[in-house]
């Protein structure tokens, strides 16, 4: 079946991700993030085919959280520095193997979840080093759409991307 190519679960990093990995403060210490609105049709596209999402970021900002709220995102976990313990957890929760996720992830903390899930992807601004680890390097940099590029190539590969868009009367 064409379902059983695509992940069960599509965990994402954010800076360097879905952000430029910018950090920007103003004059009295408030922290700025720019986010792509490109990359909310990647999380309506997954929820549309029922493919929860999951956030694990090293960072630990009101920011983030308040962008997940505001695009229904299951799971979130910030401050984290062994991604690979989250992600395994999460996939004992919900009976999948590390096997049946997708991970894009931008840099050194990304690594041993870069290398143990079923497929993994960088942006196009990512070091070198990282895109040579990964099935998949996007075309468009991180902040600048490249979730969604990600989640696009994954409903490519799964043969779905025509009947995703044909919902949204594309095609």
């Known amino acids: 079946m064409i379902e059983q190519l695509l992940p069960k679960l599509v965990i994402t990093d954010i800076d360097g991700v879905w952000t430029d990995a910018g950090m920007y403060y103003d004059q009295t210490g408030n922290e700025w993030k720019k986010f ?19 956030i694990i970021t090293g960072e630990d900002t009101n920011i983030v959280q308040r962008r997940a709220e505001k695009l229904g995102i299951e799971y979130i976990f ?18 999948i193997s590390l096997s049946e996720v997708a991970y894009i992830g931008d840099d050194l903390g990304d690594v041993a979840l870069l290398k143990a899930v079923g497929f993994s992807a960088a942006p196009a601004n990512a070091p070198e080093y990282i895109s040579k680890l990964v099935h998949f390097t996007t075309k468009k940099s991180g902040g600048d759409g490249a979730f969604r590029e990600f989640v696009e190539e994954i409903l490519q590969r ?14």
Not at 78 to 95: E, P
Not at 158 to 171: C, D, E, M, N, W
Request: net charge neutral.
């Open 158 to 171: 799964g043969g779905v991307f025509s009947s995703v868009l044909a919902h949204y009367q594309i095609g």
């Open 36 to 54: 792509s609105t490109s990359d909310s049709a990647g999380v309506l596209f997954c929820k549309h085919l029922t493919i929860p999402i999951c």
């Open 78 to 95: 910030q401050g984290i520095q062994d991604k690979l313990s989250v992600a395994t957890s999460i996939c004992n929760q919900l009976g």
